[in-house]
């Protein structure tokens, strides 16, 4: 009698998707657009295709959407489609930055907490909720404030709002995991501390990690802006969606509305295609959150 193997959970998921995984695969067409626009921006600028983000024209200032100018001018003479596709680059390093430090600090930090217990676990539990007590857009902003402008800077002042979520997630799994067979196997053949957290501990409680860097990235990308608006985030020579908002505020009134829908509608559109993805690798990374939704349906 022969068996056949059941196919995996990835080929199930792509040959039926849910309405969830749909809404991923938007979210991964619009992840990976704006990819694409930051890391092909320098190459369209060189070709002639747009103009420098950082030349002001002079004249015209305040011209509409035309075919010369597709997005239309702000009144400092800026080419609004060349800002928004610049803007682009400036908001991956920064959010990449922000969520690749916090990720790196609070998953070994938790993975440490929940094994180690005892002491060390209590003050990080302490220093944790104390920081994650803080709204996350008013510690960064007073972050901003002590370590000024810059990419490095604005990462490092909006990644330690992310810290402790990625520990609470990282240290909750590591403590339910370290009381396994394997894992008392390992210790009782003489596996050391780092041993046992590289080799045994360190894939078994990493699932919703990616899960909670995507919505993280989605949120850093608000919390930019937020910086860019009050004019903490980066130089303001840098092409930066909150920076020009900021800049056409004074504008709108007047009827000059091509200046704020532009970059907040890049800025939108940035936000909703990594929380998609964020919701969609959730939905596939947690099986039981799919079999919910199959039962309330």
């Known amino acids: ?77 800026y080419d609004i489609f060349s800002r928004t596709l610049f803007g682009t680059q400036a908001a991956l390093q920064v959010v990449l930055l922000a969520t690749a430090l916090s990720m790196l600090i609070g998953v070994p930090l938790g993975m440490l907490s929940g094994y180690i217990g005892g002491k060390l676990d209590r003050v990080l539990l302490f220093i944790m909720d104390s920081i994650y007590t803080l709204p996350g857009l008013l510690l960064s902003v007073t972050l ?58 360190f894939f078994n409680v990493i699932q919703s ?33 909150g920076h020009d908002l900021k800049q056409a505020l004074d504008a709108l009134p007047t009827g000059i509305w091509w200046t704020t829908l532009f970059p907040g509608l890049a800025l939108t559109l940035m936000v909703v295609g990594l929380s998609l993805l964020g919701e969609g690798l959730n939905d596939f990374v947690n099986p039981r959150l799919r079999r919910d939704n199959k039962i309330r349906q």
Not at 31 to 43: D, G, M, N, Q, S
Not at 161 to 186: D, G, L
Not at 221 to 232: A, C, D, E, N, S
Request: proline share 7%; no cysteine; aromatic share 14%.
């Open 209 to 241: 990690v990616p899960v909670l860097f995507t919505l993280n990235a989605a949120d850093a990308i608000l919390v930019l802006g937020g910086l860019g608006f009050l004019g903490l985030g980066l130089p303001e020579e840098v092409p930066e969606w």
């Open 1 to 77: 009698m022969t068996t056949t193997k059941s196919p995996s959970r990835f080929f199930r998921f792509a040959k039926n998707p849910s309405l969830s995984q749909q809404l991923m695969r938007v979210g991964l067409i619009i992840t990976f657009l704006f990819i694409f626009i930051a890391f092909f921006a320098p190459v369209f600028q060189a070709l002639g295709w747009v103009q420098n983000p950082t030349d002001s024209l002079v004249n015209p200032i305040h011209e509409p959407p035309s075919l010369k100018y597709w997005f239309g001018t702000s009144r400092q003479g």
């Open 144 to 201: 901003a404030f002590v370590v000024g402008r810059g990419i490095l800077n604005a990462a490092l002042a909006i990644s330690i709002a992310y810290i402790p979520q990625y520990y609470r997630v990282v240290r909750n799994h590591t403590v339910s995991v370290k009381t396994e067979v394997f894992i008392e196997a390992a210790q009782a053949l003489g596996a050391n501390t780092w041993q046992v957290l590289s080799r045994y501990l």
